[in-house]
């Protein structure tokens, strides 16, 4: 009877509260996406189902870019394909000594239905700033694939992102760098 003595509100919030509580804490603690990856640094996005062949990967497959914060250079290389292999990006970004900022989790963006049923493709630039906690704390279009749907859903996608956090040791608290993600539709 304790539980009629509350007030349904109460009781509607707590359970909302614990629920996101523990999807958050189960998206946080999933294994390192990208771990069997065929393709290091390729997210990989299968709209075709077994019957996809693997892609050939481009010649710009790393990109120079410019950190902001510290004005030194790092690459990144992520581009979104349709294929067989799963998805996850594995060298993402790149930190002040030239280690690799792992990505913990890093969701696939979604091909939008309305893009494919018009055959919409394009590359979409995402500029990404990533906190020494590893959370992304902005995210935005460099350069827009000229399609709002595929923006969007690579603007997305990517702001979920979480990356290996920062050493103490490290001098820099935010890092900021661009990522291309590709949509092609094949078949």
Known sequence: MLWSALPRNTLLISGVLISHL??????????????????????????????ALLP?????????????????KSYSSISTHESN?????????????GAARLPMHSPKPHYPL????????GLVIVRLCVNEQGIVDQVGLSQ???????????????ALWRFMPLKPSDEVSSQCFQTPVQFILEG
């Open 144 to 158: 827009s694939s000229g399609f709002q749907g595929l923006d969007h859903s690579a603007l997305k996608a990517l």
């Open 22 to 51: 523990l999807v958050l804490l189960a998206l946080l603690s999933g294994p390192p996406v990208g771990a069997n990856s065929s393709e290091p640094g390729a997210l990989m996005v299968n709209l075709l189902g077994e019957r």
């Open 85 to 97: 292999s799963p998805g996850g990006g594995k060298n993402l970004g790149h930190s002040v000594n």
């Open 114 to 121: 309305a893009s494919k049923q018009l055959r919409e493709q």
């Open 56 to 72: 050939s990967r481009k010649k710009s497959s790393n990109t120079p870019l410019v950190n902001a914060s510290l004005n030194a």
